[in-house]
């Protein structure tokens, strides 16, 4: 370079000679950590990918310095993966300056979330003593093109004999099943009850036999049984 002595009495430069020992300057490599990007979504039947994106996430450019990634996750069902980093290249303007930085590479998350499904109950309603109705229901969420199946069934407490009143529909042991290209674990069954109603019987169906129907007179008190039908059931004999 243009290192010279120079005087600083009594240190006079004429008296010597300079010699000189060269040493290095290293220049290490920039260290940086870049990340894949993650992203989630709602299942809807399409891939979820993020294959562009990334960041960094520990270290930093060197200022006018940009990156460029790409990424080879994706997933399609519910669940999650890995958002795989693959390249990563860093230019000073359209000079590629990538050997000049140490990087490590950290993956990012892909992951889809479960779509709800939801079944609704349908009301119903029956006479006092009649077995119960069946219990249907409706559903709706799935993903256009694929039809959901159901194994089980719905329930309720009440029974023939149960008085009357209302009496809730539950979703007893009804549950979701694969039906191609429906899968049962992308969804997650919301269910919405409804009530199953017990109303009065008209009495005017019902007969009343005694027996015997006479007597022969012989001074003491008679108490006949008297029986109460619904058509061929018998409710009550006293």
């Given at each position: 370079?243009?290192?010279?002595?120079?005087?600083?009495?009594?240190f006079l430069a004429?008296?010597?000679?300079?010699?000189y020992t060269k040493a290095s300057l290293t220049i290490s490599k920039r260290a940086i950590t870049v990340t894949s990007a993650s992203a989630s979504k709602t299942y809807d039947g399409?891939?979820?990918t993020s294959t562009s994106t990334?960041?960094?996430?520990?270290?930093?450019?060197?200022?006018?310095?940009?990156?460029?990634?790409?990424?080879?996750g994706t997933i399609t069902n519910a669940g999650s993966t890995a958002n795989t980093l693959n390249t990563v290249v860093v230019k000073s303007g359209s000079t590629?300056?990538?050997?000049?930085?140490?990087i490590t590479k950290a993956n990012g998350t892909l992951k889809v979330n479960k779509r709800t499904l939801t079944v609704k109950a349908e009301a119903k309603s029956k006479t006092y003593g009649e077995a119960n109705p069946s219990l249907t229901y409706t559903y709706s969420g799935q993903v256009s093109g694929q039809t959901p199946k159901f194994t089980g069934e719905l329930a309720t407490s009440a029974?023939?004999?149960?008085?009357?009143?209302s009496y809730d529909i539950t979703v007893g042991t009804l549950a979701l099943a694969d039906n191609s290209p429906f899968l049962a674990s992308n969804y997650t069954l919301a269910y919405t009850k409804a009530s199953l109603t017990i109303n009065v019987k008209n009495a005017s169906t019902f007969t009343v036999t005694l027996d015997p129907t006479s007597y022969t007179y012989d001074g003491t008190a008679k108490t006949p049984t008297a029986t109460?039908?619904?058509?061929?059931?018998?409710?009550?004999?006293?």
């Open positions: 370079g243009t290192l010279a002595l120079a005087d600083n009495s009594p004429n008296n010597y000679t300079l010699a399409t891939a979820l990334g960041s960094v996430t520990s270290g930093s450019l060197v200022s006018g310095h940009t990156i460029t990634v790409t990424n080879t590629d300056v990538t050997a000049n930085y140490n029974t023939a004999t149960s008085g009357v009143g109460v039908k619904d058509g061929s059931t018998t409710l009550t004999a006293n």
